[in-house]
């Protein structure tokens, strides 16, 4: 698909004009019995273990750099929504480039302000819908404000020691489940799965989380 009809798809589904295809795609083309080993998804070799808890971990590998991760994002949105209780998800990003790293900031930024749930797709809006350069410093402190959000304070969080150290863990967690494209989604530290691995590609991942982790629950040890 060209970088065109991704964007055009994404905007589409951000206005709402698509959301009757996603509901129709959430429950399609993939069960749990459906997802073959080796095909749909990879089992690791190493499993990485979780910080979670009790929870299964659900991490989505990802960067607002990523046009491919703005085409996933209103999927994700939609299964966040009904996701199972005993599952956490979370997001770490990704930084093949330099821009993505100042992306990543503006991740743990608006995490750390409690923003990000709500403005993510929004960052993803911005910078494929209105082409703002959010991996500016200035562009994003001022995108910010226009969010509402205090422009020291963002600033401040943005620059501090804190993000620094997430953003440096977020290269560790990378390297250790050797993340090679995105996105790239993980199951309970050790099913690995993206939208170039199951049937109809980024609709498809919602159903494919779902049985994903009915696998992942069914091998964990019984309490």
Not at 10 to 35: E, K
Not at 90 to 108: D, G, H, K, T
Not at 140 to 169: P, Q
Request: charged residues 20%; hydrophobic residues 40%; positive net charge.
């Amino acid at each position: 698909m060209s970088t065109t009809a991704i964007l055009s798809t994404f905007r589409a589904a951000v206005r709402g004009v698509g959301a009757l295809a996603l509901a129709a795609y959430l429950t399609a083309g993939v069960s749990a019995q459906g997802m073959v080993e080796g095909t749909n998804y990879l089992r690791l070799q190493n499993p990485q273990p979780v910080e979670t808890g009790k929870n299964i971990e659900v991490i989505e590998f990802f960067s607002y750099g990523c046009p491919h991760c703005g085409e996933l994002e209103p999927y994700l949105q939609t299964w966040l929504k009904t996701k199972p209780a005993d599952v956490t998800f979370r997001r770490v990003p990704v930084m093949f480039q330099p821009r993505w790293e100042s992306l990543a900031r503006v991740y743990y930024t608006l995490d750390a302000l409690g923003d990000e749930p709500k403005l993510s797709p929004e960052v993803f809006a911005a910078i494929y819908s209105k082409g703002v350069p959010l991996w500016n410093e200035k562009d994003f402190l001022d995108w910010g404000a226009s969010k509402g959000l205090d422009r020291k304070k963002i600033e401040d969080i943005y620059k501090s020691f804190a993000v620094v150290g997430k953003v440096n863990r977020a290269k560790q967690l990378a390297a250790a489940y050797n993340i090679q494209s995105t996105p790239t989604l993980i199951v309970d530290g050790k099913f690995i799965t993206g939208p170039d691995k199951v049937p109809q590609g980024h609709a498809s991942i919602p159903a494919a989380l779902d049985a994903m982790i009915q696998k992942a629950r069914a091998e964990r040890p019984k309490s």
